[in-house]
């Protein structure tokens, strides 16, 4: 049977380290490749076309929606975001674990569409540090700031249909944890290949 890669979503209110946590990651093994969304965001100060997201004007995303183009889409504070299908389904095919950084509505469609998806949220140690790290970050005004908070009191109600809650305190420890996990989700995974394997032998036998 051919191993294809696991599809992996990483969640988690916003400030509390998705993407530092997924540039960790990234930068440190091999196996991972990061979907880059398409989003109607206004692009951040030093944020890349094609680098941290394909930025679209509205008409640009509804386009790629009516040809089939995304997996999944949500709208979150006021823009829309969502995930194309394309390099998805080329990255698992050729193997590679491929990360998914998007929010709660997209993570439960893409479980629904691939049961096999592995759902991790990220949560800073508490909530003063998310709104510390979302301060210090300075990429969003106050009003955005507030927004953010307020859809993180959302979210907070979803985080019991995640495999996996992951506390990134220590930014190394949790890279180091995260990839644990998804490595124990591959040993898995071949566990119960082989053992799929094992039975159909010995059904042939009957
Ligand atoms: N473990 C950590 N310790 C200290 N600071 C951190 C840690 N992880 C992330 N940060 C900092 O917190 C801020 C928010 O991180 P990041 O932008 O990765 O969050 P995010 O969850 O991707 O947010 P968003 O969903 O809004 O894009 C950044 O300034 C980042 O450098
Ligand atoms: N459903 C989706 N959510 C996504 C996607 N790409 C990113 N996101 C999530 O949006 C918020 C805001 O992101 P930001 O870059 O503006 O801070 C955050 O929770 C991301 O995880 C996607 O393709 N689909």
Avoid: W
């Avoid at 790629?64 to 194309?84: R, S």
């Avoid at 592995?118 to 927004?147: M, S, W, Y």
Wanted: charged share 30%.
């Amino acid at each position: 049977m051919d191993r294809k890669g696991i599809l992996i979503v990483i969640s988690g209110f916003s400030g509390a380290g998705k993407g530092t946590l997924v540039k960790g990651l990234m930068s440190r093994y091999t196996n991972y490749a990061f979907s880059i969304s398409a989003t109607t965001r206004k692009p951040r100060a030093g944020e890349e076309n094609g680098v941290e997201y394909f930025f679209k004007t509205r008409e640009e995303f509804m386009n790629m929606i009516d040809n089939n183009k995304l997996i999944e889409y949500a709208q979150y504070v006021g823009n829309f975001y969502g995930t194309p299908k394309e390099y998805v389904d080329s990255q698992l095919d050729s193997g590679k674990d491929v990360i998914l950084e998007i929010e709660i509505q997209g993570a439960l469609k893409v479980k629904e569409k691939f049961p096999d998806t592995l759902l991790l949220f990220v949560t800073p140690p508490n909530a003063t540090v998310l709104k510390q790290r979302l301060v210090g970050r300075g990429t969003e005004d106050f009003e955005t700031i507030q927004c953010r908070l307020r859809r993180a009191t959302q979210e907070a109600e979803g985080i019991e249909q995640y495999d996996y809650l992951i506390v990134n305190d220590d930014l190394d420890e949790c890279i180091v944890h995260t990839h644990n996990i998804i490595q124990g989700e591959h040993s898995r995974a071949s566990r119960n290949i082989s053992k799929i394997e094992q039975i159909r032998e010995e059904l042939k036998s009957f």
